[in-house]
């Protein structure tokens, strides 16, 4: 059920009583912030079967560790506030001075959400905003419905509503929110949003915090455990139907070592999604995530004939409009210069290059837009500190894929 937008002649006086709370020093206490958390994380407790199932509504995913993550973020918060608000002691010019950095809240935050986990890139930088004394306004996403009204709902419920306010709605009402002032934006989604984003916060010098994605390798060296990468992969590409930034983008993989990583993959598909009735058809098992929208699938599927073309199918390709659901596929025979290479995929669908060496891995990875998570499998000590000598990424992850998000 869609949420009614917020009232546009409305938020500039949200954001003014937003930032008049703050002036009061209301939220600089550590016990009143604690009680805000204990607030927050009630709403998670009281209201957990209805968050999976709004989840399950927007995006076909089951339970998984999106309601779960919020809990430990609140409680991690809880646990160590004292420690992560404490004066850090540092050096003094002089022998005689006693000098120490205070750790001051900023004011009024705004943090919008993505759509592909909007619960959690929600409540988790709320939770970090409320922690460190400020107050906060949230602007879900529109895109999906079922959270956004279910949050818009929630939130004014169990949260002092002069401390943490919701806006609802799309692009009009964001447009609005950011020709407002605020002393923080926090941001997760796409570049280009994130680019309008910037500039409007640079009209006020705002400092901004942007989670913006990227296209994420995938290293597979030739001493790789390919048992482990395959299963590794598989599971983060089918997560949330690859609707997530730090999921695997493409991968670089040695020509005699494909066929091998290709059967594990869909060997770990085929056990995971291989449909409820036994059928087989991924489209048939309750597990298997769908496409967020129309307009979403209308992206994947133009870049999914795109890549017939150019590109060998390897596994996949069937989709449904209908359902929103995508098969996850897999191309061989990429290189940098095809279609799907371009921009983040966000979504299932999976190519291999061939690429024989770590000075090849290394030379396509530079051609591409930083990545917000680089992966490697390798037993190679020599392979891991090259990357992290010469390649740019948000994080290396070795025999793994996106650990640090754990």
């Not at 607030?39 to 399950?56: D, G, M, P, S, T």
């Not at 809240?105 to 943090?111: A, D, M, T, Y």
């Not at 917000?372 to 740019?392: G, M, P």
Request: aromatic share 6%; net charge negative.
């Amino acid at each position: 059920m869609p949420v009614d937008p917020t009232p546009l002649s409305d938020i500039p006086k949200i954001v003014a009583a937003s930032r008049a709370t703050f002036l009061t020093k209301r939220t600089l206490p550590l016990e009143f912030r604690k009680e805000q958390l204990r607030a927050l994380e009630r709403l998670i407790l009281e209201n957990e079967e209805e968050l999976v199932a709004a989840i399950y509504k927007d995006l076909h995913r089951p339970k998984d560790f999106e309601v779960s993550s919020c809990l430990k973020s609140i409680r991690g918060l809880l646990r160590d506030l004292e420690k992560l608000t404490a004066d850090l002691k540092v050096d003094s010019p002089k022998a005689t001075d006693d000098s120490f950095v205070r750790l001051s809240p900023l004011g009024s935050v705004l943090v919008i959400g993505p759509w592909n986990f909007p619960i959690m890139l929600v409540i988790d930088p709320l939770a970090g905003a409320i922690a460190a004394g400020n107050t906060c306004i949230i602007k879900p996403s529109e895109v999906p419905e079922e959270c956004a009204s279910l949050l818009a709902r929630l939130v004014p419920k169990y949260m002092d509503p002069t401390v943490v306010s919701v806006v609802s709605g799309g692009v009009e009402e964001t447009t609005v929110l950011l020709n407002q002032r605020f002393d923080h934006i926090f941001y997760t989604g796409g570049t280009e949003v994130g680019k309008i984003i910037m500039a409007a916060a640079a009209k006020n010098l705002t400092p901004v915090t942007l989670e913006l994605g990227g296209k994420c390798p995938v290293i597979i060296s030739k001493d790789a455990d390919i048992l482990k990468a395959g299963q590794t992969i598989a599971f983060w590409k089918a997560m949330n139907s690859g609707q997530v930034c730090l999921t695997v983008n493409y991968i670089l993989c040695p020509k005699n070592l494909q066929e091998p990583l290709i059967q594990t993959i869909i060997g770990t598909w085929k056990h995971l999604f291989g449909g409820s009735n036994g059928s087989g058809d991924f489209k048939d098992s309750a597990n298997y995530p769908r496409i967020i929208n129309k307009r979403q699938f209308d992206r994947l599927e133009k870049l999914l004939q795109k890549a017939k073309t150019q590109n060998t199918l390897v596994f996949g390709g069937k989709s449904d409009a209908d359902e929103l659901y995508m098969e996850p596929t897999i191309f061989t025979g990429v290189s940098v210069k095809d279609e799907i290479m371009k921009d983040e995929i966000f979504g299932p669908l999976l190519p291999i290059i061939d690429c024989e060496t770590i000075d090849d891995a290394i030379s396509i990875m530079n051609q591409q837009e930083h990545a917000l998570n680089a992966n490697i499998f390798t037993k190679n000590q020599e392979d891991i500190d090259r990357l992290l000598l010469e390649t740019r990424s948000g994080a290396l992850n070795v025999n793994d894929i996106a650990a640090h998000m754990a």
